[in-house]
T-cell receptor
């Protein structure tokens, strides 16, 4: 699986949009971009994923660049409960390789009042 | 959505003893489960891939005789930490891949906090 790089930490004001970047310059054509977050002492929580098109769900939006070498997770209106470590992962959906996730160091997002 | 559980959520054991952690897929069948370990303020590190009915595949540097994995059914995988030492204290997380899901999504459990005294 391709490696990802993320800034170690970010701050965001409550109610503002949080934009979390991720670089995945070695991503291959069959790899999807996934975002998870982890609140202290809990398992990772799925947020969103995409292949090449931008995606939006009730939690967040995912913007993937045209060359697919980077992406941005957007939390439109951050709340204090969004404080967590956010992981960007690229993962294959080919059967023989699918499901195995390699975690980088992630970004610690701190939402401040 | 698909749910993965782990039991126990927390365990404290004495040095030299063994402890078993269970990972269950509650509403789907999982041919493959993954075991991760996470030290404080660190990221998740993949330990092994557990395949139903066959031997687990361990990542480089993970001792297979110390971390015994059994995936005896499509809904249960167990990780046994044998002869535990304080340095084995960590947060252990499993995830499962849905057999019936063509997208091969991965669902994470809530984790098990192991403390070895």
């Amino acid at each position: 699986d391709a490696k990802t790089t993320q800034p170690p930490s970010m701050d965001c004001a409550e109610g503002r949009a949080a934009n979390l970047p991720c670089n995945h310059s070695t991503i291959s054509g069959n790899e999807y971009v996934y975002w998870y977050r982890q609140i202290h002492s809990q398992g990772p929580q799925y947020i969103i994923h995409g292949l090449k098109n931008n995606e939006t769900n009730e939690m967040a939006s995912l913007i993937i660049t045209e060359d697919r070498k980077s992406s941005t997770l957007i939390l439109p209106h951050a709340t204090l409960r969004d404080t967590a470590v956010y992981y960007c992962i690229v993962r294959s959906r080919i059967k023989t390789n699918a499901g195995k996730s390699t975690f980088g160091d992630g970004t610690t997002l701190t939402v401040k009042p | 959505g698909a749910v993965v559980s782990q039991h126990p959520s927390r365990v404290i054991c004495k040095s030299g003893t063994s402890v078993k952690i269970e990972c269950r897929s509650l509403d789907f069948q999982a041919t493959t489960m993954f075991w991760y370990r996470q030290f404080p303020k660190k990221s998740l590190m993949l330990m092994a891939t557990s395949n139903e009915g066959s031997k687990a595949t361990y990542e480089q540097g993970v001792e297979k005789d110390k971390f015994l994995i059994n995936h005896a059914s499509l809904t249960l995988s167990t990780l046994t930490v044998t002869s535990a030492h304080p340095e084995d204290s960590s947060f252990y997380i499993c995830s499962a891949r849905d057999l019936g899901d063509s997208t091969y999504e991965q669902y994470f459990g809530p984790g098990t906090r192991l403390t070895v005294t």
